[in-house]
Structures are given as structure tokens and as C-alpha cells.
């Protein structure tokens, strides 16, 4: 079985700090992917990221940058100079195989507070 | 990417009493997932739900308390039966895209 932990429970920045949310995971198939999702206050999921076992290659999104590592097992997102707007909490998550029709297993979640 | 509409938005409900979640999604899905929300905690798989087949439930959820209805490709109903305050959560549906998973907007339960 699969499983996935954010061993940060909440985390207190504040404005313009960067700051990194820790995923770690666990599966025995090769090939899966890994996601990132933001859950702000209003309670929406807001897709962030995917990412395959194949690719570790890093990505960057504006201040958004996701780190894959598969020698540790980790997918961290890091973001550079927070801002208010990013208060939320963000959810790590697997699912396996290559296609939709997987469950996605999440992480227990980090609540993010960025104040002003 | 595929846009769901769930409802209703939110409801409080007297306990013993069962609740229906839509979601209509505006293009054909293989697979609906449905999830739980507990207050403060992640997201939790109930069943997945196929067309034209039993859904699948997870350990700890059963058919009887949460009952699944997916007639076509593109719709799915999901009943929390006999209502518990316990069962007081955020329900989401969720569909597979082809660049990941899109989830409706949820369902805020409270059970008095």
C-alpha cells in the first residue's frame, strides 16, 4: 500500500520569507505520480502540480518550485517570497499507474499561515 | 480540463436523516471518486464509482451507510445515510483528467 506524509503539521512565515512544505511517500511500484494541491480557506482543491516517477527533473513556477528526489522519496514545494495569499493548506498526494483511473492517496496536510 | 458542479454547496441536517450529493461533470469520466473531509483533517477515499457497476468501497465504508448511484458517464450521486453528527465533514467528488485530478467544490455537512 501506498502512503504519503507531510510531517509538518503547520507552519507560521512571515510575508516575503520562502519557506518549503516536506512530502515524503511510499510505494512499491515504479511507476506513480506525485501532486500537490492547495486547500485555501474556502475549501476548494486547487490542482497545483503533477509530477511521474520517470521525470525528476525540478520545475518552477513563478515563486512555485517543486523539488522531486526518488533516492529519498520526497516531492518538497518550495515557495520563494510568501505572501498572504498563500495562507492555505497544501496537500501532497500519490496515485499510481498512468492513467485517471487511480485513487489518489493524500498526505495529512500543512496548514500554511502567511502574516503580514 | 473536465468542470464538475456539486450540490448542494452545503446543508445541516437533524440526525437519522439522509442526504443526497450530486455531481454532474460536463464531459464523460470512466471513473468518479468520492472523498471525506473530517473537520482539520485530509481527505479520506469512500468508493470509487464505475458506470454501470458496483462502486468500490474502501475499508471502513460500507454500501448501506453510503450508498452510490452512477447511471451514465457523467453523473453520480452519493447518499450519507442515517446521520450521525460524526458524519459532520466536507464531501468531495473527484474525476481523473489528462493532466490530473479535478475535484467539485464540496459538500459542508453538519449533523445535529
Known amino acids: 500500500a501506498q502512503k504519503v506524509t507531510q510531517a509538518q503539521t503547520e507552519i507560521s512565515v512571515v510575508e516575503k520569507e520562502d519557506v518549503t512544505l516536506d512530502c515524503v511517500y511510499e510505494t512499491r511500484d515504479t511507476t506513480y505520480y506525485l501532486f500537490w494541491y492547495k486547500q485555501p480557506p474556502s475549501g476548494e482543491l486547487v490542482f497545483l502540480i503533477r509530477?511521474?516517477?520517470?521525470?525528476?527533473q525540478n520545475e518552477i513556477s513563478g515563486r512555485y518550485s517543486w523539488n522531486f528526489q526518488k533516492s529519498t522519496s520526497s516531492f518538497n514545494f518550495t515557495i520563494t517570497a510568501s505572501q498572504v495569499v498563500d495562507s492555505a493548506v497544501y496537500f501532497c498526494a500519490l496515485t499510481l499507474g498512468g492513467g485517471s483511473n487511480y485513487k489518489l492517496t493524500f498526505g495529512k496536510g500543512t496548514l500554511l499561515t502567511v502574516n503580514p | 480540463s473536465a468542470v464538475i458542479s456539486q450540490k448542494p454547496s452545503r446543508d445541516i441536517c437533524q440526525r437519522g436523516t439522509s442526504l443526497t450529493i450530486q455531481c454532474q461533470v460536463d464531459s464523460q469520466v470512466t471513473m468518479m471518486f468520492w472523498y471525506r473531509q473530517q473537520p482539520g483533517q485530509s481527505l479520506t477515499l469512500i468508493a470509487t464509482?464505475?458506470?454501470?457497476?458496483?462502486?468500490?468501497?474502501e475499508s471502513g465504508f460500507v454500501i448501506d451507510k453510503f450508498p452510490i448511484s452512477r447511471p451514465n458517464l457523467t453523473f453520480s450521486t452519493l447518499t450519507v445515510s442515517n446521520m450521525s453528527p460524526e458524519d459532520s465533514s466536507i464531501y468531495l467528488c473527484?474525476?481523473?483528467?489528462?493532466?490530473?485530478?479535478?475535484f467539485g467544490s464540496g459538500t459542508r455537512l453538519t449533523v445535529v
Open positions: 464509482a464505475n458506470q454501470g457497476s458496483e462502486a468500490t468501497y
Open positions: 473527484s474525476v481523473g483528467t489528462g493532466v490530473g485530478y479535478t
Open positions: 509530477r511521474n516517477s520517470f521525470d525528476e
